[in-house]
Structures are given as structure tokens and as C-alpha cells.
Nanobody, 116 residues
Framework: QVQLVESGGGLVQAGGSLRLSCAAS????????LAWFRQAPGNEREFVAR????????SYADSVRGRFTISRDNAKNAVYLQMSSLKPEDTAVYYC?????????WGQGTQVTVSS
């Protein structure tokens, strides 16, 4: 069982940066792939970024590649999303997720609002 708690969201101007954190409980954290998803009002939840269990492999949505960086610290049971050059269209609730073949565990989300 893994519990995930996101933090670091807030209001930022376009072009600014934010760093999201996701703290996890559970001894098996290092065995899970981790990901960030987001959901804007009226839209479906969409994939943002993923990182493998050891942190060796990452992947990104086209819309954020080159601007966002996902990382993890297995010693701290944490995953991060560094977001730069933020755009108003990045406004959404951001969720972290953990799993192996599918994402079984989800956090409650943190709001990111980018003003123009």
C-alpha cells in the first residue's frame, strides 16, 4: 500500500517556475514507477511525465517536454516535478501516481494556476 501527498502548487505568472513534490509512504516505494498527471476544468486527466522505479528512464507529454523535469529520490520516498516556462494552459490540478503495470495509487492533487 502506498499513500501519496502532493505539495508545491500555487499561483505563478506565465514564464515562471514551480516545483511540485509528492511524498509517499510505504516500504515498496522504490519498486514503483511514478508519474504526474494533470486535469484542467472541463478536461479529462492527462499524462504529464513518468519516471521508472530506479529513475533511469523518463518520458514526457509533448506539451511539456523541454519545460518540465521529473525526478525521484527513493531514499526520501519522494518524486518531484520541476516546471519552468509555465504557460496559462498548464493551469490544472496536478496528481502524482504510483504503480507497476498500471497506476494503482493516486494522490489528492495540488492546484497550479498560471496567470497571463
Amino acid at each position: 500500500q502506498v499513500q501519496l501527498v502532493e505539495s508545491g502548487g500555487g499561483l505563478v505568472q506565465a514564464g515562471g517556475s514551480l516545483r511540485l513534490s509528492c511524498a509517499a509512504s510505504g516500504r515498496t516505494f522504490s519498486t514503483y514507477a511514478l508519474a504526474w498527471f494533470r486535469q484542467a476544468p472541463g478536461n479529462e486527466r492527462e499524462f504529464v511525465a513518468r519516471i521508472s522505479s530506479r529513475g533511469w528512464i523518463t518520458s514526457y507529454a509533448d506539451s511539456v517536454r523541454g519545460r518540465f523535469t521529473i525526478s525521484r529520490d527513493n531514499a526520501k520516498n519522494a518524486v518531484y516535478l520541476q516546471m519552468s516556462s509555465l504557460k496559462p494552459e498548464d493551469t490544472a490540478v496536478y496528481y502524482c501516481a504510483a504503480g507497476t503495470t498500471e497506476y494503482n495509487y493516486w494522490g489528492q492533487g495540488t492546484q497550479v494556476t498560471v496567470s497571463s
